[in-house]
């Protein structure tokens, strides 16, 4: 076997999902110091390894950090100091310090909450021949909560990112995870693109190459599996270099997954496809 016809095992050893009997043979070639199947594992693990990096980084607006900000020191100043206890060498995991960062932003919203309604509950009643004034602060009172509702909306949306780069992050980590490539199904074309997904079936879907549709076309990312039921995993956005990554839980139902593939669709998609396939691939078994 030439180093060439290697690399698909070396990809699967890098992955942790290459059977006994090929790790075992890829190994021992590995073991003779061959430069060139080196240098290829070297850059699978690191491809590999820069999966989680490869979402989009979640960057707050400016209003949303400002509110947030806000919120928080006027949580704090609702809230009694603790006494410092002694340091405590645990630390809480990453998903729990954002729960708790979340807790506060909720404590300081319900503060917030409860000094408007009490504000507009306890103002004093205006004469008639003073209506304007009161319906400026009422006016005032329902665009800042407006504002909020926006603003809680951007947080949430927030929040699911960071969940699906925690996901993701699992994903990669999980011991026995399927990996399945996908080749260009047109001649002349350099598209290529790559599913994951591990037992609870967490799958994350990374593609290049793919060209600019028309406005009323996107691309959708489709999963075969048990009896030939065929899902449509989500729409793939990629970027101006025709690059995209995609992350999504799959229904259990599909189990065993026999192939994926992307097709051009119109907008709105149907529930099976109907449009060109441009990247293909099936499952190793």
Do not use: K
């Not at 954002?98 to 503060?111: C, E, P, T």
């Not at 780069?165 to 011991?175: H, N």
């Not at 037992?199 to 075969?224: I, K, N, S, T």
């Amino acid at each position: 076997m030439s180093c060439r016809e290697r690399r698909e095992r070396i990809y699967l050893h890098a992955a942790g999902v290459l059977e006994d009997d090929e790790r075992n043979e890829l190994e021992t070639h590995l073991a003779t110091g061959c430069p060139e199947c080196h240098e290829a594992l070297d850059a699978e693990r690191e491809q590999l390894g820069g999966l989680a990096l490869a979402l989009a980084p979640v960057v707050p607006p400016a209003r949303v950090r400002e509110r947030l900000l806000e919120r928080v020191r006027e949580a704090q100043r609702g809230v009694h100091p603790i006494p410092r206890q002694a340091p405590r060498t645990w630390q809480p995991a990453p998903a729990l310090r954002r729960a708790a960062g979340f807790a506060v932003v909720a404590l300081g919203a319900a503060a917030l909450t409860l000094v408007l309604v009490r504000w507009q509950g306890s103002a004093p009643a205006a004469a008639p021949a003073s209506e304007a004034p009161r319906e400026a602060a009422a006016s005032e009172l329902a665009a800042a909560q407006e504002q909020l509702a926006e603003q809680d909306t951007e947080l949430a949306e927030l929040e699911e990112r960071l969940d699906a780069a925690d996901d993701v992050a699992t994903l990669i980590g999980a011991r026995e995870l399927e990996v399945l490539d996908l080749a260009a199904a047109e001649p002349g074309s350099a598209a290529w693109g790559r599913a994951f997904w591990d037992p609870e079936y967490r799958c994350y879907f990374r593609a290049e190459g793919l060209v600019p549709l028309a406005d009323d076309q996107h691309y959708v990312l489709w999963m075969v599996g048990a009896e030939e039921r065929v899902h449509a995993a989500g729409t793939l956005e990629p970027d101006a270099r025709g690059d995209v990554t995609f992350y999504t839980r799959l229904p259990r139902e599909l189990s065993p997954i026999s192939r994926t593939f992307v097709t051009a669709e119109a907008v709105p998609h149907g529930e099976l496809p109907a449009g060109p396939t441009l990247l293909a691939g099936a499952a190793r078994r």
